[in-house]
């Protein structure tokens, strides 16, 4: 496996920054004109040819692509990337799935596909905050994932994925299910991390859970199935016979600068992963989402690009499901779990031996302790109590008692209307969008307190994400970075802080209801470390059917175009489960699945 780290071309983020920053998704948004897509339904020639295409290498894609070689399809598996795996490569390894797995049974967990649909369509579940977590799921994708979860969790253990040797648990699930635990957790035995760029320690190699541990085995299983992997193949554009009719054809994609036509005779899987850093496509879901939240989970490595969604959109797609992308639930959105860096997910440090931390730039510093900090936004004022949480998310046992389906449910839920995380979008006021930075603001008090080290790698001082004074007016005046709209005000800051100090005497916080707020920021020097929210899941996407077939605006499957994971709509499922199994079920329908215009697409060349 030959693998060019370093190769900035490799990994193509301007590539990505060019398409998510500029026209392109504005004119992709927008529709392809139709003499456009009529040029790429003839192209000149096809440079290679599969029965199957498959886009996207990551969690859905490897799946689909050994499922399409195994019903006897030729398969070409490209990635923008310059290794596979996506987001999943960087994910915790968690996989929700059950309806009667054999580790289910081994330890006397009563599930069933059943069981597993009645639960991923309970509309009576509700979250706190009072957003339902399943009540807008698709119920005929609901039903295909439920009867081919257990399936797939034998599949990936007969295609090499060690699954940590205890009970399925409800570690790492949000959205999963109420009624039994599913949670496997898929060890990463000797594979380096793309995080830190080497193995985990050999204690916890087969004890802890990694997304390396899925993608590194359903790598080799593809390799070993015929599957040809293209890496830094960057998929532009879908090409269908007529612009929005007929069959799909195949698709154009770049390598390198180069352009070239991928012929896919039976049909073209789509597996590119989600819109969540598409700051355009995400805000069609919630308006609020601008670009200050640039520290999507997953990113630097794999950047969720929409891409999948708007070549699908631009040949007649719909999309699908759109409340469960607007809804408050789970890892939507996470609140910083580290400060001072752009990439602050909490499960995720880059390390300085990662082949990419020239991209992530710093490892950030971890909160242990709220109560060390204040958060300020772009004003200089504080907004919300720091220590409160995220959203949350169903899991086995969150509601108890359960009964499926009941009125009950919904009723026993403590409201809770507020949090954190929508206080942090709120912004100053101003007919702006988005909330702005957000500021923690703390002393060298704090530093030793929490034992951090406020240099690089651990901070990010040369891009902005992290500044320091000797005196919190300075400090003020140091907080520059692109996304901070106008300076803070040096009193307004100041009288932030003294507020905060005389609330630490007074042992009692009256804005915000910080409870017994503890320290005061007195010390010098001091610090301003950006804490903003992440944003992780992208639950919205393509229209598909049960057999993962990408359906237009009048309701009809396109012929010949498949899509499953995060790209696909309908679904509120959090992460792995989900596009394992639509991975599996759109490799093989597009594998098997008999296309009524089907044809050789040689009369295109
Ligand atoms: C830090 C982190 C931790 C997570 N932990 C968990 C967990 O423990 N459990 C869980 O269930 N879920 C977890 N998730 C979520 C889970 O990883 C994702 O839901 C899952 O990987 C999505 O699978 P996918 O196939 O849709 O996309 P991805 O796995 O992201 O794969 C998409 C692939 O498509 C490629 N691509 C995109 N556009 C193009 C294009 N135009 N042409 C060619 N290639 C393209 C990308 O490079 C990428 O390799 C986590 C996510 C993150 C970011």
Not at 45 to 57: L, T
Not at 113 to 139: A, H, Q
Not at 224 to 239: D, E, P, T, W, Y
Request: proline share 5%.
């Amino acid at each position: 496996m030959k693998r060019h780290p370093e190769d900035k071309k490799n990994l193509s983020r301007r590539d990505f920054v060019k398409t998510t920053a500029t026209g392109v998704s504005a004119a992709a948004l927008t529709g392809i004109g139709a003499k456009q897509a009529d040029a790429q339904a003839r192209p000149p020639h096809w440079d290679k040819e599969a029965d199957v295409v498959v886009v996207g290498a990551g969690a859905s894609g490897l799946p689909a692509a050994i499922e399409a070689a195994e019903h006897g399809a030729s398969v070409i598996l490209i990635d923008a990337n310059f290794d596979v795996g996506g987001h999943a490569l960087v994910s915790g390894g968690n996989i929700a799935l059950g309806g009667g797995t054999s580790r289910q049974k081994k330890y006397g967990i009563e599930d069933s596909p059943d069981i597993v649909f009645r639960d991923l369509t309970d509309w009576s579940v509700v979250e706190p905050n009072g957003f339902p977590d399943y009540r807008y799921n698709d119920k005929e994708i609901i039903r295909a994932f439920a009867d081919n979860s257990a399936p797939t969790y034998e599949w990936l253990v007969a295609h090499g994925v060690i699954f940590v040797e205890k009970a399925p648990d409800t570690l790492g699930g949000n959205s999963v299910g109420n009624s039994a635990p599913r949670e496997n957790h898929s060890a990463p035995m000797a594979w380096p991390q793309m995080q830190t760029g080497r193995p985990v320690d050999p204690p916890a190699a087969a004890t802890t859970s990694s997304g390396v541990g899925l993608i590194r085995p359903l790598e080799a299983a593809a390799r070993k199935a015929g599957v040809q992997i293209l890496l830094q193949h960057r998929m532009s554009s879908l090409i269908r016979r007529q612009p929005t009719s007929g069959r799909i054809l195949g698709i154009e994609a770049t390598n390198q600068g180069k352009t070239l036509n991928i012929s896919a005779r039976k049909g073209v899987v789509l597996c590119t992963g989600g819109s969540s850093g598409n700051v355009n496509f995400r805000r069609i879901f919630d308006t609020r989402l601008t670009e200050e939240y640039n520290g999507v989970a997953g990113e630097p490595y794999s950047f969720q690009d929409a891409s999948g969604e708007i070549a699908a959109m631009s040949i007649g797609a719909s999309l699908w499901g759109a409340y469960n992308q607007v809804g408050e639930f789970g890892d939507r959105l996470t609140k910083a779990g580290r400060i001072g860096c752009q990439y602050g997910y909490r499960n995720v440090e880059w390390q300085p031996g990662s082949p990419i931390f020239h991209l992530a730039r710093a490892r950030g510093l971890t909160v242990h302790d709220y109560q060390n900090v204040i958060l300020v936004n772009q004003a200089g004022l504080r907004f919300y109590d720091e220590t409160q949480g995220q959203y949350t998310a169903n899991n086995y046992n969150s509601l108890h008692p359960y009964t499926q389906g009941s009125y009950l449910n919904a009723a026993n839920i403590k409201y809770q209307p507020a949090n954190f995380l929508d206080a942090a979008l709120a912004g100053t006021g101003e007919a702006v969008n988005g909330g702005g930075p957000i500021w923690a603001i703390f002393d060298s008090g704090a530093v030793a307190r929490e034992q951090w080290t406020v240099t690089p790698p651990w901070v990010d001082i040369a891009e902005g994400y992290f500044l320091s004074a000797n005196s919190i007016a300075e400090l003020a005046g140091a907080i520059v970075n692109k996304f901070q709209r106008k300076p803070i005000s040096a009193a307004v800051l100041q009288d932030t802080v003294t507020k905060y100090n005389s609330y630490v005497d007074a042992g009692n916080d009256p804005d915000f209801g910080k409870p017994s707020p503890k320290y005061k920021i007195v010390m010098p020097p001091f610090y301003a470390a950006w804490a903003m929210p992440v944003i992780h899941d992208t639950r919205a996407g393509l229209r598909i059917n049960a057999k993962c077939q990408v359906v237009d605006l009048s309701g009809n499957a396109i012929p010949g175009l498949y899509c499953g994971g995060e790209t696909a709509g309908g679904f509120s499922l959090h992460g792995l489960a989900r596009c394992t199994v639509q991975g599996r079920i759109a490799g093989k329908s597009a594998a098997t699945e008999t296309l009524e215009n089907s044809g050789s697409n040689r009369d295109h060349c």
